[in-house]
């Protein structure tokens, strides 16, 4: 079998090798981009179209998801959220159009380099959030949660809980589509479909699951300064 | 017995051993949701929404087993190879 992980080179623009992954996230950003501008270009109040509602809808349920984690308002949130929730979403079902666009289309989220640079926007939000809700200082203390002793492990838990998300997304969604490959291999008929179910599945949850991490990442910085100021104001 | 050889075993045994407690985790995870879920059915959005992103957690143990396999049998299991074939090894 042929290394999974090796990356597949289509073509070269000069001194740079343009890969299957990139070509795949080029094609996923510009479907994105095509419906936010089609719905926008489409909006109506009287009597919204198919698109919009479908649009309005995923905002909507975004926004609750993100109210019921963070317990404020999720305005500053949504956009962050819902466009990792939404990439991810696409990318990992961009691998079910593999038969008719060819034998091997990988989703792009199945490539290590993708998912860490997701989970590296998400390791980058944590403070910037922290800062702009709560303040420089506010949210640098809650390194020092609860005793100045844990400002190692606080450190060394945020660099973990990133490799983590990353390799989490890129291990499911590879591990789905090795299992389709070697299934195809073997029994090309009717078995590997299951499995492709199973994979629509996968790809779903591990969507909602990226981004409810980072929600409860972001989130949880500002909470415990939150905390932190309901607790003196109590022994005060 | 080539290294190479020794790499594939060990990937295989490392998914076989490491599937077995995220397996065991999820099971008791799960179990205590529904029953949770059984006993007030009012929050049973939020004890969803809490038990995906738990099952989450404790599946990348496993996820980390597939990834260490993958490692093995794709990128050392070869270098061992290539190791051998050059005279020296590793």
């Not at chain 1, 501008?37 to 909006?43: I, T, Y």
């Not at chain 1, 998400?122 to 005793?147: M, R, S």
């Not at chain 2, 017995?1 to 990937?11: D, F, K, P």
């Amino acid at each position: 079998m042929d290394n999974p992980m090796a990356p597949i080179e289509l073509f070269r623009l000069g001194p740079v090798i343009i890969n299957q992954v990139v070509v795949v996230t080029w094609v996923v950003m510009g479907a994105i981009v095509l419906f936010a501008l089609w719905v926008r270009l489409h909006l109506r109040r009287d009597k919204p179209g198919r698109a919009q509602q479908v649009a309005e809808g995923l905002l909507d349920w975004l926004r609750q998801e993100v109210r019921a984690i963070v317990d404020r308002p999720p305005e500053p949130f949504v956009p962050l959220v819902g466009s990792l929730f939404l990439f991810i979403f696409v990318s990992n079902l961009s691998s079910q159009v593999s038969p008719f666009a060819g034998p091997n289309v990988m989703p792009p989220t199945a490539d290590i380099n993708t998912t860490a640079a997701l989970a590296t926007v998400v390791f980058l939000a944590v403070p910037v959030y922290g800062v702009l809700l709560t303040g420089t200082l506010n949210y640098l203390k809650t390194y020092l949660q609860p005793v100045w002793i844990m400002l190692p492990f606080n450190v060394m838990s945020e660099v973990s809980r990133t490799v983590a998300l990353a390799v989490r997304l890129f291990g499911n969604i590879l591990s789905a589509e090795i299992l389709i490959g070697v299934l195809l291999a073997i029994v090309p008929f009717f078995l590997p479909v299951p499995l492709m179910f199973l994979g629509l599945i996968t790809g779903t949850i591990q969507a909602y699951i990226f981004a409810a991490l980072s929600i409860v990442y972001i989130g949880g910085a500002i909470k415990m300064v939150e905390q932190r100021g309901q607790k003196k104001e109590e022994s005060a | 017995m080539s290294l190479e050889m020794i790499a594939i075993v060990v990937a295989g045994l490392t998914v076989a051993i490491g599937a077995i407690g995220p397996a065991l985790g999820e099971g008791r995870a799960a179990a205590a949701a529904l029953d949770a879920m059984a006993r007030q059915p009012d929050i049973a959005g939020s004890i969803t929404r809490t038990l995906f992103v738990c099952l989450a957690m404790i599946e990348s143990t496993a996820i980390y087993c597939l990834l260490v396999s993958m490692l093995l049998l794709f990128k050392v299991g070869p270098l061992f190879e290539q190791a051998q074939a050059a005279g020296s090894t590793p």
